[in-house]
């Protein structure tokens, strides 16, 4: 007996080693992601300082925009800040408010430390937000690695239980999205994946379910997201059919959060539930699209972005009647199922300027629950069919989940990695004005950054000097531009092109005004290098963070109908590199104008 015990403390500090390993090395992986964009989260740190500070949901004690008030349908938009809401003469974070709520303990430690998403004038600081975000969401996603860790080590072996939590991880919508900022799903998540743990503890006999922890916990992922609604109802059935005499306790739980949440949208909106919760939301415009997209668009699909699904599939299939909890497999089954069907009635479901298939990171928990009991189930028929197995199909079996795997991991590190998949939001187009950009399978948005986007059917014609702070100049902008400016347009990345048509062929001149990116002691020079059509044109050196014109021969030779202006800029590097501000853009050189003359061409 006493054998067994320390047999057992030795197991358990073994996988709290490898349970602390993983979330050191998820920890890692995220905070050195370098690709972080604010977009729903904005402000929601601010509420959680309100809350902290002042008590308060409503956002009228700080000096955020105050803007004119926009009509959107189902709530009063403030200006185009479309994350904050105008309740009376109220101003809201319109999103959920669970995850401020649940970030409120983080935000008073990270004060002690100076840091605030708001300054002590009370103006929002974007920085900050940022920095906050950046920081909770990778904690988040890491101790999310430890539990999917702990979960299938109640079923499967060691070696096993490391593979899917780190392919749970970094082979999905966590590593690309949920780590990046805080999402609403990077709370929800988290909290599921908890949730997913007691369940399967339950089923395997390990631990007794708690229904007061489990509906408290499912009620705040709904506070978080109101999709979360599908799980609730789905395990809410599923321990009414196998946990009967748990189900007073659960239920009473959950509807005593419930109520509690409905005083709360009462008093603060003078309504049953927020604006955001609403079903009105839900549209179905687009549904057979957006059910298709969901899965096997190039831009959003979740077979796409995360193949080794594929291998989950049909490990299920295959060994299905090994599977040791067919209860539990059917409920997450159901869970993922509702859920894309949900997701197809947003209006928006191609989940606007994210990565990949951002609508369904909700799944995940089930995803990897069910990858855990497929692989338990695979173990399970191996072991029984020992004398008849084929050791050359097993390990073909085997060695196709490893490579879809390492294709699950590849698509989700370029989201985190490469900011030109971020880019690929707005350039050419913007996702949101042309979301037929998603089925383009000649530049998917996990290849950004990796190929050139395909050039454009037309080139448009140069007949006057490219002014780059207009509109005018997005046709002769082919890749590698960021927003136009105020005075100017940076670069955005290691190579920027410029396309121009010419009606008839003849020596002309280039001309151009740029400005350099340079910082005293970090960043001394830009060098850029120039090409036409393929052929080196010029090799700038750039040493004076001044804006100059520079002006070179075009000879005709080099020159074609329909022309390719390049530039190399080896030495791009973001302002959130270089310790300026939260900018990750990587910028090189502001280009004020450009002109291509072939007018009255003089030497200079």
Known sequence: MNK??????????????????????????????????????????????????????????????????????????????????????????????????????????????????????????????????????????????????????????????????????????????????????????????????????????????RPVWLASLLAWTYFVRPTYAIPILAISLYVLACRRRLFAHYALTGVIW???????????????????????????????????????????????????????????????????FPKLAWLALGVIIVHWIVTSGFPHWWGGYSYGPRLMTGVVPWLVLLGIMGVQAMLREQEERAALKRPLGWRIGHASGGLLLLASILFNALGATSYATAVWNTKPFSVDQQPSRVWDWKYPQFSAGLFRPPLPQIFPLTDARIDFTQQEAEPYLWYGWSMKEELYRWTDGREATVIFALDEIKDARLRIKLAPLLVSGKLEEQRVK????????????????????????????MLRPQNVLTFGLPDAASPRSLNLNADPRQLAIAVFWLEINTQDLIER
């Open 530 to 557: 120039i090409e036409l059509n393929g052929q080196p044109l010029e090799k700038l050196t750039l040493r004076e963070a001044v804006a100059q014109e520079y002006s070179r021969a075009l000879p005709k030779e």
């Open 258 to 324: 419930l109520a509690g949440f409905i005083i709360y949208s009462g008093y603060h909106f003078k309504q049953l539930l927020p604006n955001y919760y609403l079903a009105r939301r839900l549209t179905f415009d687009h549904f057979w699209e957006a059910l298709a997209g969901n899965l096997i668009s190039p831009g959003r699909g979740l077979f796409i972005y995360v193949p080794v699904l594929l291998f989950v599939a049909y490990l299920l299939v295959r060994h299905r009647l090994a599977l040791a």
């Open 4 to 209: 067994s015990w320390r047999q057992k403390f030795a197991a358990h500090r073994r996988d709290a080693l490898l349970g602390l390993i993983i979330f050191a090395a998820a920890l890692l992986t995220f905070l050195l992601s370098p690709v972080h964009e604010l977009a729903d989260s904005k402000y929601s740190m601010v509420v959680s300082q309100s809350l902290l500070k002042r008590g308060s949901f409503a956002l009228d004690h700080y000096a955020l925009p105050r803007m004119e008030r926009t009509s959107q349908g189902d709530y009063v938009m403030n200006g185009d800040i479309y994350q904050l809401e105008w309740v009376g003469d109220h101003l809201y974070y319109y999103l959920p408010p669970g995850s401020s709520v649940l970030s409120v303990p983080y935000v008073a430690l990270m004060n002690i430390f100076g840091l605030s998403a708001v300054n002590e004038d009370g103006t929002y600081n974007l920085e900050n937000d940022l920095k906050l975000q950046i920081i909770l969401a990778a904690l988040l996603m890491a101790m999310l690695a430890g539990i999917f860790f702990f979960t299938s080590r109640l079923i499967l072996p060691r070696g096993w239980s490391v593979i899917l939590a780190l392919g749970g991880v970094l082979g999905t919508q966590v590593w690309s999205t949920a780590s990046r900022v805080l999402w609403s799903d990077t709370w929800g998540i988290f909290l599921l994946g908890v949730v997913v743990w007691m369940l399967l503890a339950d089923a395997a006999g390990k631990h007794r379910l």
